[in-house]
Structures are given as C-alpha cells and as structure tokens.
C-alpha cells in the first residue's frame, strides 16, 4: 500500500531558529513529491519536486528530494511566528491522478 | 493562478439532516476534482475523486451512501453529507487541478467547509 510519512509529526521553535521536515514515502510508479504550506484554511503549493539531488529554493524556504532514499526535507531558516502552519507533503504516481499526503508537521514559531 | 471556490465555509446543522457543499473551478475546467476530509491538527485524508460525467471513485473506508458527490459539470462538483451526524463534524476540502497543473503538480484547492453537526 502506498504511504507518506511525515516527521516529526509538531515542532515547536523560537523565531530565528532553522527546522528541518522531513517525508520518506512508499509509492508505486512515484512522478514527484509536492510540499503544501497550510494555515487557516486551503494548503498552498510551496515546491515540487521530480529529480534527485536538485535543490528548490523560495526565499527562506528550500527542499531536496533523494529518491535513492525515498524521502525528502523541508528546511526553513530564520523562521518567524508567519511561518506557524501545518506543512504537508504530498506524492504524485504516475498510474493515478490523486495525490497520497502524508500525515503532516505542525509547526509553531514563538516570538 | 486557477482559483477554486467552495461554498459555504462554515455550515452548522442539526444531527439527520444533509448538507451540500460546493466546489467550483472559476476560470478552468476540471475534469477531475478531489474531495478531502480533515480533522483538527491533522492531514488531509482523500474521500473521493469525482470525474465529470461519471461516477465517483471513493477510497477505502469512506462510506459512498452517507457522502454523495456529484459531478454533473466541467465546473462543479458537490458533496452532500446525508443524514449527518456529530461525527461528520470536520472540515472538508475540494481540489482540481488544470491540464498544465498536471503536469507542474500543482493542485488547487477551495477554501475548505466547516461542517458542524449539532
């Protein structure tokens, strides 16, 4: 059975600090891993990914994804209270058209 | 960007009744949209994909009688939850994506129902 993996599952730091998410999955015919930025309501795209090894960058916000590993990071540096959400990762297989989410990072940034 | 828009984000309803929600894809056609449950503090679970014309393919567990969807148009999709009851109490989240969101991975998502059963 397919699966995505996230961890830790909360975090909570001060602002300033730099976290690190982490997803492994498990997915047949994997195409590419999505992370999703989640607040209030509706997640927000923040990256895909498709190769190994190349890194994504927005900002304070990059991703890697190793696919010999089967996972991917999340890193955010100098994080601020705005960052505080709930950050999904999200795989994509080619035999299908839904995406499979992993179980989710909460994380809190305190002033 | 393609915009998804779901309606109503907050519903409170007395235990029995149905409630629609609605999902709609503003400036594209999906011919494909996703519907998801979420509890508090959790991740999106996928109830359901709804293809336009034909009927919905539900996931394991999810209960097709009790969440009926809907897609009779390119635009719209809707999920009825009948005969709700205080553990149907949750938040419910469409998604479409568009031909070339396919191919970027990009998903779009309403704003997400708030349904309280009372």
């Known amino acids: 059975e397919d699966k995505v993996v996230q961890s830790p599952l909360s975090l909570v730091v001060h602002e300033g600090d730099t976290v690190t998410l982490n997803c492994s999955y498990e997915?047949?015919?994997?195409?590419?891993l999505l992370w999703y930025k989640q607040e209030k309501k509706a997640p927000t795209f923040l990256f895909m990914l498709t190769s190994s090894g190349i890194e994504k960058k927005s900002g304070r916000l990059s991703s890697i994804l190793d696919k010999k590993e089967l996972s991917s990071i999340l890193n955010i540096t100098a994080t601020q209270t705005g960052d505080s959400a709930i950050y999904l990762c999200?795989?994509?297989?080619?035999?299908?058209?839904?995406?499979?989410f992993g179980t989710g990072t909460r994380l809190q940034v305190f002033p | 960007g393609a915009v998804v828009s779901q309606h109503p984000s907050w519903v409170i309803c007395k235990s029995g009744t149905s409630v629609k929600i609605e999902c709609r894809s503003l400036d594209f056609q999906a011919t494909t949209m996703f519907w998801y449950r979420q509890f508090p503090k959790q991740s999106l679970m996928l109830m359901a994909t709804?293809?336009?014309?034909?009927?919905?393919?539900?996931e394991q567990g999810v209960e097709k009688d009790k969440f009926l969807i809907n897609h009779a148009s390119l635009t719209l999709s809707t999920l009825t939850v009948t005969s709700a009851h205080p553990e149907d109490s949750s938040f419910y989240i469409c998604?479409?994506?568009?031909?070339?969101?396919?191919?970027?991975?990009?998903?779009?998502f309403g704003e997400g129902s708030r349904l309280t059963v009372l």
């Open positions: 998604s479409a994506s568009t031909t070339s969101g396919r191919a970027t991975g990009e998903l779009f």
């Open positions: 997915v047949t015919n994997f195409r590419s």
């Open positions: 999200a795989v994509d297989a080619y035999n299908t058209d839904k995406l499979i």
């Open positions: 709804s293809n336009e014309g034909s009927k919905a393919t539900y």
